[in-house]
């Protein structure tokens, strides 16, 4: 099953990388891809993050910078849709805090489907502030 991970700030990196550990345990169940929208960037807002809850480098960097909400939003929305066509996941988990809207987790949920559209296919909330898409 392929599954993308998806991160953009400080709470997501800590909800995400216990997901990871225990998927990696099953490499022939998970295929795992981090994508990382690029919302926190420089090395005390996502480097150390990653080096100290063990995560591995994202495949995939989004980069979107800085910006207002409307901007981060429309730059992630933009750069992570050529993402889904190419890789075409089975799940997509979000990671998102009430606490930073723009995490991810509601701009892509409300705004793009992992499937591209198709049918039968579902996602949405799933506690802890993930969602699954």
Not at 21 to 34: C, I, N, V
Not at 36 to 41: A, D, I, K, S
């Amino acid at each position: 099953m392929k599954i993308l991970h998806v991160v953009g700030a400080r709470p997501n990196f800590m909800k995400t990388a216990p997901i990871m550990r225990e998927m990696a345990k099953h490499p022939q169940e998970f295929e795992q891809l981090l994508v990382h929208t690029g919302q926190h960037y420089d090395d005390n807002m996502s480097k150390v993050f990653f080096e100290d809850l063990e995560l591995p480098q994202p495949d995939i960097y989004l980069g979107v910078g800085s910006g207002s909400h409307a901007q981060q939003t429309a730059r992630i929305m933009l750069a992570f849709e050529p993402v889904l066509l190419e890789h075409r996941p089975d799940w997509v988990i979000v990671a998102s805090s009430r606490a930073q809207p723009n995490g991810g987790g509601r701009e892509l949920h409300g705004g793009l489907r992992a499937d591209g559209g198709e049918a039968g296919r579902q996602g949405g909330p799933c506690g802890g502030g993930l969602a699954l898409i």
